[in-house]
């Protein structure tokens, strides 16, 4: 087409769903999910409001859209995804979709799960080293360590369920297929196969930064403010949108300057961390996540389509995302 843009001039990200890859282009997401009876459905949309406005351009601020966004297209591409990959028959041979409410009702029981276990657990064990009247700065180190080990190890952890480990796959056939849009080269499955697994705008990337960046301001904040236990455990929530807004500042800076030696050092832990959170993805993965990096391209007229992914067929009757 005479307006497409050329190879990498757009940015692209996403992330892994259940049984698929969903991408999100400039003004666009799509969502492309395996069947069980193996065929593709996909799904795409145009963006508005936050997701394209222009607070987006402005500095911190589009740190917390950000954060926003990702929880908000993640588990509409969840619902979408869950909705697919575990649809069945039932003995009139219709199918059964996968429950809204005890989908949603996981998510509620994920999110409470988060802020005990990465919240509040972290300064409940470090507190315990007032017993032995440890200095308060120790303390308030070593609920940053531990809130990161804790970070880690539950990854890893996870990491070794069969059905995350194809999570991580397909997060891994995700990264492949944008490496190989910016790096000019055709979606196919054989060209997706030279590109790392790894990507340097990944949101694992921005996990770690916040946990990190979270570390320092908690450090400077109860060394400033000492209020209790109670004022330190509801500081850590209400701090949340600054820390996510200062780590998406860093990990643009690391991603406009990643081909400078000293930058790229600095960012290996966040492409080491990857290896936890991304596995190397079989050909039917692949096939996916060009799926839905195919339903991004058409809705932006990036390029031709026919030419790109000729051999992908859509399901006409996919579901809505909710």
């Known amino acids: 087409m005479s307006d497409a843009n050329p190879p990498g001039s757009l940015y692209y990200g996403g992330q892994a769903v259940l049984e698929g890859v969903m991408i999100r282009g400039p003004e666009h997401m799509a969502v492309a999910v395996r069947h069980p009876k193996g065929h593709i459905v996909q799904h795409s949309e145009k963006l508005g409001g936050l997701y394209t406005g222009r607070a987006r351009r402005i500095p ?51 999110v409470l799960f988060v ?36 970070f880690i190890g539950y990854i890893w952890v996870i990491g070794r369920i069969g059905e995350i480990r194809r999570v991580f796959q397909y997060h891994g056939a995700e990264h492949m297929t944008i490496h190989a849009h910016e790096a000019g080269q055709p979606i196919t499955i054989e060209s997706i196969r030279r590109f790392p697994k790894e990507h340097t705008r990944c949101g694992t990337s921005f996990l770690l930064v916040v946990v990190l960046v979270a570390l320092l301001t908690f450090f400077v904040f109860d060394v ?81 389509v026919a030419e790109l992914i000729p051999e992908i067929e859509a399901l006409e009757d996919a579901p809505p995302l909710p």
Do not use: C
């Not at 297209?73 to 697919?84: P, Q, T, Y």
């Not at 919240?119 to 470090?126: D, E, Q, S």
């Not at 596995?279 to 990096?293: L, N, R, T």
């Open 60 to 110: 911190l601020l589009r740190g917390m859209i950000v954060l926003w966004e990702t929880m908000s297209l993640g588990m509409r591409a969840l619902g979408f995804s869950s909705r697919v990959a575990f649809e069945e028959e039932d003995e009139s041979g219709k199918p059964v979709e996968f429950p809204e409410k005890v989908f949603w009702g996981t998510m509620v029981v994920a």
């Open 115 to 150: 802020v005990g276990f990465f919240f509040a657990a972290p300064i409940l064990l470090a507190n315990l080293l007032e017993l032995v009247d440890a200095n308060r700065l120790v303390i308030v180190a070593v609920e940053g360590v531990v809130r990161l080990a804790m």
């Open 224 to 304: 400033l403010v000492d209020r209790g236990i109670l004022v330190r455990t509801l500081s850590r929530i209400v701090f949340m949108p600054v820390v996510a807004a200062i780590s998406y500042e860093i990990l643009r800076f690391g991603a406009r300057f990643g081909s400078n030696p000293i930058v790229k050092a600095m960012f290996l832990p966040n492409i080491g961390l990857q290896a936890l959170t991304t596995k190397v993805p079989d050909d039917s993965q692949i096939e996916v996540a060009m799926a839905s990096f195919q339903a991004v391209l058409e809705a932006t007229h990036e390029v031709p």
